[in-house]
């Protein structure tokens, strides 16, 4: 009877914790968009391009041996379309509009982050802590 009350208790608990979890995945994709943001664009740890995600554009970034990443911003989303990389996970990453993550293409030495607007006009850091 007691071990059945603990495995009932213990099956309550993981419950809550998958319902936890699935409220806070929701809660992170359906966060803001990317309006207000910035995306700078770095190659080789150098800021080549800031783009609005404000204005839907496409662009190409070339690097050093012939390398490319086709980079999309759409609906307040920022993008890789197409790349050179022989894997291709930058553009498996999809499409970002906030957040500590940025895209990254190794072979390219690309990274794409996004920053926040702040009221000002100035654009806000995002981290771990704010975020």
Known sequence: MTEKRILIGVCIFLS???????????????GEDGRGSYANIYQDGILIKTVSLEKEETFLVEGENGGYNKIQ???????????????????????????????????????????RAKEDGAAEEVDGVTY
């Open 16 to 30: 809550l914790v998958f319902a936890a979890s699935l409220v806070f995945l929701i809660f992170m994709h359906t």
């Open 73 to 115: 911003v759409k609906d307040g989303s920022i993008g890789v379309i197409e790349a050179s990389c022989p894997d291709f996970l930058c553009g498996k990453m999809g499409f970002i509009s906030h957040g500590p993550i940025p895209i990254t293409c190794l072979p390219n030495k690309l990274v794409v982050e996004i920053e």
